[in-house]
């Protein structure tokens, strides 16, 4: 375990459910990012928030919704999706002030069916 | 916008063998962070080694070393005396320097290393 949580790490959600993914970090790291992982493809940047901020959407559609409400906690609430949105989503999170790269929680495996 | 390329989906070594995995970027920065992330089965990217384009020693963790060729901008990855438990996902990040915003790593598509005993 890293100090960075994932919950669930599986999930198998139809089109029309609601579901979120939960990510907390008990590293004292006042950045965090979700990221999706597809197959055959770079890790995707999806949502990046500095102190409580979002600071960067990179380009996700609306069915996927982001949370945060304190530095320590993340979600990523998911609604109407797609069978293409199948993936890992890994959150991460790290230090604005340093820069030793990130650190992983172990991923949600999504299954939109 | 920064790229990183990994060109090998795939490489192999024998166990307690030596084994080079290739990473290139491209960007017009001068000063910037490279990383070697290792994503087991267990699905947890584990960072490797860190390399500051400012320094010119290439930098190095036990068996892990980086071949870093700023001018070529190419940042390979040396695993030394290859083990059963180094067969995983390897990818090639970059980061902006931090006076520049927080700005998110940028991963490669990785090279899936395997290890026959």
């Known amino acids: 375990e890293t100090g960075v949580t994932q919950t669930p790490r599986h999930l198998v959600m139809g089109m029309t459910n609601k579901k979120s993914l939960k990510c907390e970090q008990h590293?004292?790291?006042?950045?965090m990012y979700w990221y999706k992982q597809s197959a055959k493809k770079p890790l995707e940047l999806m949502f990046v928030y500095n102190f409580k901020e979002q600071t960067e959407n990179n380009s996700v559609p609306s069915r996927f919704s982001p949370e945060c409400p304190n530095s320590s906690h993340l979600f990523l609430h998911l609604h109407t999706l797609q069978p293409e949105d199948s993936a890992l989503y890994l959150c991460a999170s790290s230090q604005v002030s340093w820069d030793y790269g990130y650190t992983f929680g172990s991923g949600t495996r999504l299954t939109v069916v | 916008a920064q790229t990183v390329t990994q060109s090998q989906p795939e490489m192999s070594v024998q166990e307690a063998e030596t084994v080079t995995l290739s990473c290139t970027y491209d960007?017009?920065?001068?000063?910037?962070?490279l990383f070697w992330y290792k994503q087991p089965p267990s699905r947890q990217m584990i960072l490797v080694i860190r390399?500051?384009?400012?320094?010119?020693q290439n930098a190095t963790e036990n068996r892990f070393s980086v071949n870093f060729q700023k001018a070529a901008k190419s940042f390979s990855l040396k695993i030394s005396d290859s083990q059963l438990g180094d067969a995983a996902m390897y990818f090639c990040a970059y980061r902006s320097p931090i006076n520049s915003g927080n700005t998110p790593l940028v991963f490669g598509k990785g090279t899936r290393l395997s290890v026959i005993a």
């Open positions: 590293l004292g790291h006042n950045a």
């Open positions: 390399q500051e384009a400012y320094k010119q």
């Open positions: 960007t017009s920065e001068s000063d910037y962070y």
